[in-house]
């Protein structure tokens, strides 16, 4: 009998249809879950290891539950500046959600397509995707066609996302940045975890939005490229340059665990949001800058890293995390 098994159930709070994977081995520390919402922008709620629980499904401070999980960010993650950008002598506007803003790009609250999960033998997957497509409301916003598209594997101690994201306009270029907007757990206080975020720099930020300045950590909140405990850090910033060869890392001290966020070499930013006060934190691996198109337009290419598909093109990427024991 195959440790891979899977089920639908109605979400406790919201009757969302939850898709849940297990790996359900004989060693209870490699037992591995993740939930995820396709209804909900393919929103993983859960990636639970043994015992623990590793992301926040969700925050009912105000007496209301309010969605957190993992939330996947496209096609302009974070903040676009004056909820504005011009790519290709084309304006694209969109709501306001964040002040003057627009924060977080147009998937994550829309309902996807999701295939039947797969059960192999050493894993269990399921692809999820969103088209955009006339009538569609996000491609109102966003007129070109295109589908992104997910596929999410589970395995003992790990999850893994592979991305992939098919211009399948005629006549228009498509102008995207990617990105995961996890909200991790902190199990144990703020000073028994620590992160590690091998950035090689700093975008300067005014109002959260960055000014396209590339500084060095030293001049920046924090230089994260040691493990740095949460307790030392209140952050909403976004580093530059991290590679593939070097992830980022959660170290959770109370439990004796790391958490490690390794990604393919399109995701050199990260958006580091460190709350006080809050059960949890982020680290999401972004392929491009907050305000990426507006930066692109002003020809900072490099700082903003936008990904552009011609027309037919097709783009794959990952990101994965993996539970590791912290060495002795």
Partial sequence: MSPYTYRYER????????LHL????????ERTHVALVPEMGANLLAFDVGEHAFIVEGDRTNGRFALLGTPIL?????RVRGARFTF??????????????????????????????HIGDESIRVTA?????????AFALFPIRNTLEVTFTVRPRTVRFDFTIYNEDTSQRLPFGLALHPYF??????????IQVPAQRWMEAEDLLPTGRLLPL?????????????????LDDVFWGLTSQAPQIISYEAIGVRLVLSASEHFTHSVIYTPKGRPFFCIENQTCSTDAHNLYARGLEREAHLMILNPGEAMAAWVQYTLTNLPA
Avoid at 11 to 18: I, P, Y
Avoid at 74 to 78: D, I, S, V
């Fill in 11 to 18: 979400h406790h709070a919201t009757g969302w249809n939850v």
């Fill in 22 to 29: 297990f790996y359900e081995g004989a060693a209870p520390h």
């Fill in 74 to 78: 496209y096609p302009t993650p974070n």
């Fill in 88 to 117: 290709d002598g084309r304006e694209f506007t969109f709501p306001p959600n964040n002040g003057k803003n627009f924060i977080h790009g147009l998937v994550r609250e829309r309902p996807w397509e999701c295939d039947t999960p």
């Fill in 129 to 137: 995707r969103y088209r955009f497509s006339p009538g569609d409301e």
């Fill in 185 to 194: 757990a902190i199990l144990g206080d703020r000073s028994q975890v620590r």
């Fill in 218 to 234: 030293e001049e920046g909140p924090a230089d994260l490229r040691k493990p740095t405990s949460l307790e030392a850090l209140n």
